[in-house]
């Protein structure tokens, strides 16, 4: 065996080793990756009992506080589709209604989204990129901030 041989050998060895550690490393994080959807694409695509991320629109005239004082129900909405959530715990200040938050938590298959998280930001003019990118594509998007769009 020559030594251009040898060598060869041990670049293809090495990048095998390689690329069998980078598909260990996707193959691990796959299980910790955090996806995003819009109601329309949950929807179309349910992803049941994963951790996944659910942005829109908190939809007007569904937020219902329970006597308990930390649990509410509302919806989610990209104004074409929108989605149950329960959620426990302390909403942010500026949640309300027709506000966009993203909410982190998990689809069922009764069609109930539980949340362990609601976020916003601090500026009540706040639209999540994820949120106003799904208005945008969805033909929903009005630039006139009537949703809080301008500031991501």
């Not at 670049?11 to 796959?30: D, H, K």
């Amino acid at each position: 065996m020559t030594r251009k041989t040898r060598r060869l050998y041990f670049v293809v060895a090495g990048l095998l080793l390689l690329g069998g550690a980078g598909a260990l490393v996707l193959t691990a994080l796959g299980d910790y990756v955090t996806l995003f959807r819009s109601p329309t694409e949950l929807l179309a695509e349910p992803t049941y009992e994963r951790e996944i991320q659910l942005g829109g629109l908190v939809e007007e005239d569904s937020v219902e506080r329970h006597e308990d004082g930390v649990s509410v129900v509302f919806r989610i909405t990209d104004l074409q589709e929108s989605v149950p959530v329960r959620y426990t715990g302390i909403l942010p200040d500026l949640f309300r209604e027709g506000q966009g938050v993203v909410t982190a938590g998990t689809y069922y298959p009764d069609g109930t989204f539980v949340a362990r998280e609601v976020l916003a930001k601090h500026d009540e003019t706040y639209m999540p990129r994820e949120v106003a990118d799904a208005l945008k594509a969805s033909g929903q998007w009005r630039p006139d901030g009537e949703h809080g769009q301008e500031s991501y």
